[in-house]
């Protein structure tokens, strides 16, 4: 089994910061993307920030240049740090990881339990 746990969300003022973390664990032999979505009330989820095992991102237009993902492939790993924080990123954030279980088996994406970002005043 594979399980995917963050932290980090909360609540913070426009302007600030937040950090998310995300550990998956379980049977893993290898995890090829890993990542965040968010999902805001009445809204559909969408893909906020994806970066592969060697590292190579992709950011959704709104979190270019206050978004930063990042990994650590030998703890499998993934982090996001957010600044600039603004009412809009208010959302849901989960967080994702396409893992193959073993070396002749398909990769499948796993879902955190997601994270609650609130940004207010």
């Known amino acids: 089994q594979v399980q995917l746990v963050e932290s980090g969300g909360g609540l913070v003022q426009p302007g600030g910061s937040l950090r998310l973390s995300c550990a998956a664990s379980g049977r893993i032999f290898r995890i090829n993307a890993m990542g965040w979505y968010r999902q805001a009330p009445g809204k559909e989820r969408e893909l906020v920030a994806g970066i592969l095992s060697g590292g190579s991102t992709n950011y959704a237009d709104s979190a270019k240049g206050r978004f930063t993902i990042s990994r650590d492939n030998a703890k499998n790993t993934v982090s996001l740090q957010m600044n600039s924080l603004r009412p809009e990123d208010t959302a849901v954030y989960y967080c994702?990881?396409?893992?193959?279980?073993?070396?002749?088996?398909?990769?499948?994406?796993?879902w955190g339990q997601g994270t609650q970002v609130t940004v207010s005043s």
């Open positions: 994702y990881a396409m893992i193959k279980v073993a070396l002749h088996t398909a990769s499948y994406n796993y």
